[in-house]
């Protein structure tokens, strides 16, 4: 029998609120992001390690507030004049002049500043006189690690989506081996996918033994 091939086509990126998984690692941010426009001082910050949604979270919101997007090396303070604005991973580094003046903009009627980062911005540096200050009053709302619910929730989309229905073992053995992060659980998913294809198998627990066991971190030692 030939073999299937499969037509591996990147897509970009749809940040749709509907495809975002609650659950308690995001709670808070869910929560705290529904109370715009009432930020303290119109701002917040979506603080969380890499690969927990908040780029996700933070494109939904700037969708449904018609924010604007902001370079976040060269930011355009008078496209977020009178406007909600958005910065992401400005603890990459953010020029500090304007950053001061976008937190102090985003006070004023009409504005409002969400920034991303994987650090609290009392961990930002801080160069310009008075902006220490302004870092340590921004209000934080926390991502947490997904936890198992969010995990399992994502691995079953993103084999949905593949149109792949794995034995119901894969998801307990996955879930306590596999990076606790949303992008590896894309990652392990288009693996598995190749794997079964290339292998002419389903994906089970073998298969995504066999996928696993060139990652040290994630290796099986029992049966």
Same mark, same amino acid.
């Given at each position: 029998?030939?073999?299937?091939?499969?037509?591996?086509?990147?897509?970009?990126?749809?940040?749709?609120?509907?495809?975002?998984?609650?659950? *308690?690692?995001?709670?808070?941010?869910?929560?705290?992001?529904?109370?715009?426009?009432?930020?303290?001082?119109?701002?917040? $910050?979506?603080?969380?390690?890499?690969?927990?949604?908040?780029?996700?979270?933070?494109?939904?919101?700037?969708?449904?507030?018609?924010?604007?997007?902001?370079?976040?090396?060269?930011?355009?303070? *008078?496209?977020?004049?009178?406007?909600?604005?958005?910065?992401?991973?400005?603890?990459?580094?953010?020029?500090?002049?304007?950053?001061?003046?976008?937190?102090?903009?985003?006070?004023?009627?009409?504005?409002?500043?969400?920034?991303?980062?994987?650090?609290?911005?009392? *961990?930002?540096?801080?160069?310009?006189?008075?902006?220490?200050?302004?870092?340590?009053?921004?209000? $934080?709302?926390?991502?947490?690690?997904?936890?198992?619910?969010?995990?399992?929730? $994502?691995?079953?989309?993103?084999?949905?989506?593949?149109?792949?229905?794995?034995?119901?073992? $894969?998801?307990?053995?996955?879930?306590?081996?596999?990076?606790?992060?949303?992008?590896?659980?894309?990652?392990?998913?288009?693996?598995?996918?190749?794997?079964?294809?290339?292998?002419?198998?389903?994906?089970?627990?073998?298969?995504?033994?066999?996928?696993?066991?060139?990652?040290?971190?994630?290796?099986?030692?029992?049966?």
């Amino acid at each position: 029998m030939v073999r299937q091939l499969r037509l591996s086509l990147e897509r970009p990126a749809a940040y749709n609120r509907d495809d975002f998984q609650a659950g *308690a690692a995001n709670a808070q941010a869910l929560a705290t992001l529904a109370t715009w426009p009432n930020w303290h001082g119109g701002c917040l $910050v979506l603080v969380g390690p890499e690969g927990v949604g908040k780029t996700h979270l933070a494109r939904v919101w700037a969708a449904e507030t018609g924010a604007a997007m902001l370079e976040r090396l060269t930011p355009d303070l *008078a496209a977020a004049a009178g406007r909600p604005a958005l910065i992401e991973d400005v603890d990459r580094g953010a020029p500090a002049e304007a950053l001061f003046h976008l937190i102090n903009m985003a006070a004023r009627e009409g504005a409002s500043l969400l920034l991303t980062a994987r650090t609290p911005p009392a *961990a930002w540096p801080a160069e310009v006189p008075d902006l220490r200050s302004r870092l340590n009053a921004l209000p $934080v709302a926390e991502i947490q690690e997904p936890d198992d619910e969010i995990l399992e929730a $994502v691995l079953r989309k993103f084999f949905r989506q593949r149109s792949i229905r794995p034995t119901k073992d $894969v998801y307990p053995y996955l879930l306590r081996r596999m990076e606790r992060s949303i992008p590896y659980a894309r990652e392990i998913v288009m693996r598995l996918d190749e794997a079964a294809d290339a292998a002419g198998r389903p994906v089970s627990r073998a298969l995504a033994r066999s996928v696993l066991e060139g990652d040290n971190q994630n290796l099986d030692l029992f049966p």
